[in-house]
């Protein structure tokens, strides 16, 4: 059974940081496509940033608004997955969720239907 699991959430004031964090189990983060997507009430899911794991070398892609401020890294030897967050603002509150991917490809994308699996989300709020 795979599960993922996020936790780091939580209030900060704007300019502030905050470093999610995603456990993965029952599956391995090697070759899939990791990504940290957020959902605002009201508002669609959007990605926040993807991975594309390998052995060799990670590769990140970020939502064009985010980069910058966000980092996506992986643990292989802990099987976890991160956004580090930073200079927040209010605008970036919202429900934060890790999710996986199994595929083939060598890319990932933002669109959240491709995705696999998903974890129960986190809470992010940024007070001005």
């Known amino acids: 059974q795979v599960q993922l699991v996020e936790s780091g959430g939580g209030s900060v004031p704007a300019g502030g940081s905050l470093r999610l964090s995603c456990a993965i189990s029952?599956?391995?983060?090697?070759?899939?496509?990791m990504g940290w997507f957020r959902q605002a009430p009201g508002k669609e899911r959007e990605g926040v940033a993807v991975?594309?794991?390998?052995?060799?070398?990670?590769?990140?892609v970020y939502d064009d608004a985010l980069k910058g401020r966000f980092t996506i890294s992986r643990d292989p030897a802990r099987n976890t997955v991160e956004l580090h967050m930073t200079d927040l603002a209010p605008e970036d509150s919202a429900m934060y969720y890790c999710?996986?991917?199994?595929?083939?490809?060598?890319?990932?994308?933002?669109?959240?239907?491709?995705?696999?699996?998903w974890g129960q989300g986190t809470q992010v709020t940024v007070s001005s």
């Open positions: 991975m594309h794991t390998s052995r060799d070398r990670d590769n990140a």
């Open positions: 029952g599956y391995r983060t090697d070759s899939v496509c």
């Open positions: 999710a996986l991917q199994q595929t083939g490809r060598s890319w990932c994308t933002f669109t959240p239907s491709n995705f696999d699996y």
